[in-house]
């Protein structure tokens, strides 16, 4: 724990909140363009979905590592190389020739973005104690929950603006403005010596999440042998069981098994990954429902407004709510989040998506930021990296697998089916949370 003055702190955090704005726009904003995207640049169609699923992925598969590199290195430095990474990523983007060097520049941004989240989560948990986290907590899911909420609109008045080129650069300069709120500020590096650095588990843990999100991103497409995916399991299965050797025989695995061992905090993280993936496939689906159905544009804004606002307002009702019913809270709405999921298999009726929107938003807005507080209250401070990340890591991997999952249904069967598959994963958060923590 680092003692800093208040002011210090309150840069901190402010830094932090700063990048965090830049997380939901990097990825709502490139769902958004991959239509002008493809159409105005060369390169297959098929490589559209991966601004988003690339991102996501290596976010994912990039936690673990970066989560140990900030606990080893100044917190602060290592936060704002992440975010000067993410800048220029962002720029380059705009002069990409074709879609392939774009998705390979949203690939080095989502490493980009794990170092931001490790390193920010680090910081935070390095020098805020214990009993103040549920507010700064309050604080970091009232500005990812305005982001989400504006997101899809900032990147569609963007595209307005100066065309698709904007919704990435923005954001870079976003992030160039949460590396410069650290210019002065403390290294926070652990005085005490860290053992020695687990990279086999962490590389290891990365490649199946890598390869599990490549085999169902290609699995997605047309064309694409059989062979292919098939191939990418079988190196994530064995990559996976290498994986659990290496963990067992590590002096300090890079998976933190202690963490692990704390129901709250595996169930927390398997909820938090629950919301953003009926969030991200919601953002999806419900478009789609709503053109079908023919509904207007004023209509479908009212629908994105009902699903994303709450998000805006309620995180910090719902620190306060969490103080006494956290459990209940976030179990109560991962089941509204599946009956709602359910209702819309039997009926997509204009005033029934209305409703949903609402019940999901609502759901999610009440929730913003409660997993995160009730989780990271369990890790220590000289291991705020390696615990962050491990929780961001359940999170951004079962959001990317909601997500690769539900496109493939809904590429199959149609929109509605893959908001079931969101709908099932919350059941099974619901279940989790439920069972292992206590009330």
């Known amino acids: 724990m680092f003692v800093l003055s208040s002011g210090q702190r309150r840069r901190v955090l402010l830094a932090v909140l700063i990048s965090h704005v830049v997380f939901p726009l990097a990825i709502t904003g490139a769902t958004a363009v991959v239509p002008a995207v493809t159409a105005g640049l060369p390169g297959a169609d098929a490589l559209g979905p991966w601004l988003a699923l690339a991102y996501n992925g290596l976010f994912a598969a ?111 300069v976003v992030a160039a403005l949460a590396a410069v709120g650290t210019v002065g500020l403390p290294g926070l590096r652990s005085p005490e010596p860290q053992g020695r650095f687990d990279l086999a588990g962490a590389v290891l843990f990365g490649v199946v999440v890598a390869a599990v999100v490549t085999a169902l991103g290609i699995g997605l497409g047309p064309g694409v042998a059989w062979w292919a995916p098939v191939g990418l399991v079988v190196v994530a299965a064995v990559c996976g069981v290498v994986l659990v050797r290496v963990e067992r025989r590590a002096d300090e695995p890079a998976i933190p098994m202690d963490l692990l061992r704390i129901p709250a905090y595996r169930a927390y993280g398997v909820a938090t990954g629950a919301f953003m993936g009926v969030l991200v496939v919601g953002l999806t689906v419900l478009p789609q429902l709503a053109d079908a159905r023919g509904m207007g544009p004023g209509q479908a804004a009212v629908m994105l407004s009902l699903l994303t606002v709450p998000s805006t307002l309620l995180p910090l009702v719902a620190a306060r709510l969490a103080r006494r019913w956290a459990r209940q809270l976030v179990t109560a709405a991962l089941f509204a989040c599946a009956v709602t999921a359910a209702v819309l298999q039997l009926t997509d009726h204009p005033a029934a998506l209305l409703a949903a929107a609402a019940a999901i938003g609502l759901c999610l807005g009440l929730t913003e930021g409660v997993p995160d507080g009730q989780a990271l209250k369990h890790v220590p401070s000289h291991r705020g990296g390696a615990g962050a990340a491990l929780f961001s890591t359940t999170r951004m991997s079962l959001e990317t697998f909601t997500l690769a999952a539900a496109t493939g249904v809904m590429a199959a069967l149609g929109p509605a089916p893959g908001l079931a598959v969101a709908g099932a994963v919350c059941l099974t958060a619901a279940l989790i949370v439920r069972n292992a923590v206590r009330a």
């Open 62 to 172: 990039a936690l673990l590592l970066a989560g140990a590199g900030a606990d080893r290195t100044s917190r602060t430095r290592f936060f704002a190389a992440g975010n000067l990474l993410v800048a220029v990523t962002g720029v380059a983007s705009a002069f990409a020739p074709d879609l392939l060097s774009l998705v390979v520049l949203r690939t080095v941004a989502g490493a980009g973005a794990a170092m931001c989240a490790a390193g920010g989560s680090a910081m935070i948990l390095a020098v805020y104690p214990p009993e103040e986290r549920r507010q700064v907590f309050g604080y970091t899911g009232a500005v990812l929950g305005t982001s989400l909420a504006l997101g899809p609109v900032v990147a569609q008045g963007l595209m307005a603006v100066g065309g698709w080129e904007l919704v990435f650069v923005v954001p870079g």
